[in-house]
């Protein structure tokens, strides 16, 4: 079954403690991305990788980091997470065809609450 | 200005109604549309892709209007399960990513 799995679904944590939100499709797709969701504000990009080692920034990229080593997993990683951290975590990935993204497929979500 | 805007809503209509919403992009040379359908606190779900020359897939619509810079989204005979965000989505010309609208929150009331 073709799926992205993200691991934890729930986390609750303290302000400064590292933590790492896993990502694995089993797809074989090129374009991976980490999207954080709000209320009000939507879905908004952190980090995007377009193939192993290849990562950039999204929209929203600050107190957030990636890796690519593997073209099936794309951790996030949060070093020092603070309270506006706190939120919806989205991991997606998509084929690349022709220079445009095509269907996004999404894994479960992780509700992170930084206390 | 937002690079896709959505009216928020909530639309509140009831069941058997037709019900349909807009989605304006900023970028004139955006490639590719969609709509995603989001339940309360679950992943988005791919709804439809929007082509030019619009399509349909069952009770549902999607259109596209380059000229004027939206695309629309039409459920008709709507059913209790239609509840839901739905959300607008565009990749920009030029950009890596998909942009997001807000999300379009409706409710189907029996």
């Known amino acids: 079954e073709a799926q992205v799995t993200q691991n934890p679904r729930y986390l609750i944590t303290v302000t400064g403690k590292k933590l790492t939100v896993t990502c694995s499709q089993n797809?074989?797709?090129?374009?991976m991305s980490w999207y954080r969701q709000d209320p009000g504000l939507g879905l908004r990009q952190i980090y995007y990788s377009m193939n192993v080692e290849v990562t950039d920034k999204g929209d929203v990229p600050e107190g957030y980091k990636v890796s690519r080593k593997e073209k099936r997993n794309f951790p996030l990683i949060l070093e020092s997470p603070s309270p506006n951290q706190t939120s919806l975590y989205f991991c997606?990935?998509?084929?690349?065809?022709?220079?445009?993204?095509?269907?996004?497929?999404f894994g479960q979500g992780t509700r992170l609450t930084v206390v | 200005r937002k690079e896709v805007e959505q009216d928020p809503g909530p639309f509140n209509v009831p069941e058997g109604a037709t019900v349909a919403f807009n989605c304006t992009y900023s970028?004139?040379?955006?490639?590719?549309f969609f709509w995603y359908r989001q339940d309360c606190r679950k992943e988005p779900k791919l709804l439809m892709s929007?082509?030019?020359s619009g399509n349909e897939d069952g009770r549902f619509t999607a259109q596209l209007n380059r000229a004027s810079q939206y695309i629309s989204l039409l459920i008709r005979d709507s059913k209790l399960s239609d509840s839901a965000t739905y959300l607008c989505?565009?990749?920009?010309?030029?950009?890596?990513?998909?942009?997001f609208g807000q999300g379009t929150r409706l409710t189907i009331n029996p």
């Open positions: 929007v082509y030019s």
């Open positions: 997606a990935s998509s084929l690349w065809q022709g220079g445009m993204n095509t269907e996004a497929f």
């Open positions: 989505v565009v990749n920009p010309q030029g950009a890596q990513k998909l942009v």
């Open positions: 797809m074989n797709h090129e374009y």
């Open positions: 970028n004139s040379a955006s490639q590719s």
